[in-house]
């Protein structure tokens, strides 16, 4: 995982609330069993609208996803956020997100940032309005800003993922470290525990 | 004295492999369930670091999401779809992973095979790369979805690294009325918190109407939890649990038995646990519910109409449900049993149990599927099939005009050829109505098997309680 930095650009305003992964990705595209090369799938149903945002050429290539609460709902494919990392979205800011979805983003080193409602709508207008606003996230100092303005908002982060994001560390690898750890605990398993190999 | 518990403090405690101010626990996991679709890349970067299963002996797969459920002796239609199978086979024999496949009479929807095996057992920890994991806390196991790169942590290490959830008590009090069923109870629930209001929570679902419920009944229940925010739900195993399990292949036997139901016992809620939040629903003010939009908790009762989006609590509300109802092409103030479909499934890991087979049937005994539909059942496993066979199920949904199909997940989400065409409007037993979950221009409306099997027969929705 590559350590996450500064986000700079503009924002594409998604505004909509519950997106569902199947929306973000639908399931013809995960018959694939690469993990790259998603990027074109994302919103595939969504895109037949020529309305619908991603068709705006003013936001091609935007690092920073501004949507409504309860974002990445429903399935737990991570080839959601597989494919929203491949567009080139580096950052994704709603008033909440569902929680296998954030996680799944976490391990990949996607930014997932919660704001307040009304901070969020605030962005969106903005986006709507000026397609080429700059938006910073920074994950280091915690805060979402808009370029040329005063406006900036700070927000949480667990410090666990704010670390391992910024090192880009890989979950496996520390885990592995804690292998005596591990197989202590497997010591004092009950063998009454099923195993797959113990049918009757 | 002990400070009291709920269940899954209980459980996330005995599980604890690490824990560390200020990082997420490690969890131990009991149980991982592997499928074809949300496991081939985290197999192959296993492989790519070096990397080999931890405990393939905790370890278990199948095929379910992509595979036919006709014609499985033909070779499948879809090329990507059969690669993907072949991967999870290839997968599985390299790092010594059993597999029910194709042609095992065992072979299901992942969250039906580990209760029918008796894999799933109180008190473990079960995750599988799918959300629907919550299924297996039915049976007071803490069980939840992860997603590829968890899967693949768990390969490595058989632990998880999670924060500790809150907890969220909601109790279904008193009696179901006639007609309604579990799949009713959880849709009015999702309701009735919202599908957010679940978040960062594990449920525990208590009161007299669950621990009436059978195992089939909770585990629906369980199963849609994730369609209200949560990642687990779970049941404190009772009698109910134990005589379900007793004699499946996996759980133990003679003394063992008895050792481990002993152990068993101490893990329902102490008395005076506290929970972070609370929901109280009257189970006899619960009636057959109809979903009539894009989230699952765009529900009303069936003796309901479709509401107008100018009741909706906030603006983002009547916006979504302005949405939902030019995606579902309904208007606002149509009775439900006004919408006339096209086509019924019965099938899924929330309603594809001989339970609910039973149930079905009993609705279409007799009678004969609507001209304007088509109808199918998809069993959630070979072995449901295979009961239902014995019972003569099938031949009283063939004879209905109902398609009688093999084992898989089928047309809850349409990754093999079982899909809804643009437009077409379905009674589907399964747990989501997204926008083009079924298929790409579907419409989706969740009921219960036997409200389901009445739509099919009537060709529109139906009260099933003026049927029964
Ligand atoms: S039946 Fe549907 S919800 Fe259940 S595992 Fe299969 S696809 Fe997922």
Known sequence: MQPVKDITGNAIPLNRADVDTDQIMPKQFLKRIERSGFGPFTFFDWRKDPNFVLNNAAYEGAPILVAGPNFGCGSSREHAPWGLEDMGIQAIVAPSFADIFRNNCAKIGLLTVVLPQEDVDYLIARAEELPAQRIKVSLAQQTVSIEGTDWARHFDVDPFVKHCLLEGLDDIGLTLQHDEDIAKFESTRSPLLPTTSTAA | MTTPKTLSEKIWEQHLVRQEEGQPDLLYVDLHLVHEVTSPQAFESLRMSGRKVRRPDLTMSTVDHNIPTIGRDLPNPDPLSQQQIETLRTNCKEFGIQLFDMFDLRQGIVHIIGPEQGLTQPGMTIVCGDSHTSTHGAFGALAFGIGTSEVEHVLATQTLLQARPKTMSIEVNGELSFGVTAKDVILAIIRKIGVDGGVGHVIEYRGDVIRNLSMEGRMTICNMSIEGGARAGLVAPDETTFAYMQGRPYVPKGEDWDRAVEAWRKLPTDEGAKFDTYVTLDGAAIEPHVTWGTTPAQSVPVSGRVPSPEDAATASARETAERSLTYMDLKAGTRIQDIAIDRVFLGSCTNGRIEDLRAAAK?????????????????????????????????IFKDAGFEWRDAGCSMCLGMNPDI???????????????????????????VSPEMAAAAAVAGHFVDIREVL
Request: charged share 20%; net charge positive; glycine share 16%.
């Open chain 2, 420 to 446: 809804l065409m643009p437009g077409e409007r379905c009674a589907s037993t399964s747990n989501r109505n997204f926008e083009g979950r079924q298929g790409a221009g579907g419409r989706t409306h969740l």
């Open chain 2, 363 to 395: 609705v279409v005994s007799g009678k004969h599927v609507a001209s304007t539909v088509r109808a199918m059942v998809v069993p959630g496993s070979g072995l449901v099939k295979a009961q239902a066979e014995r019972e003569g199920l099938d031949q």
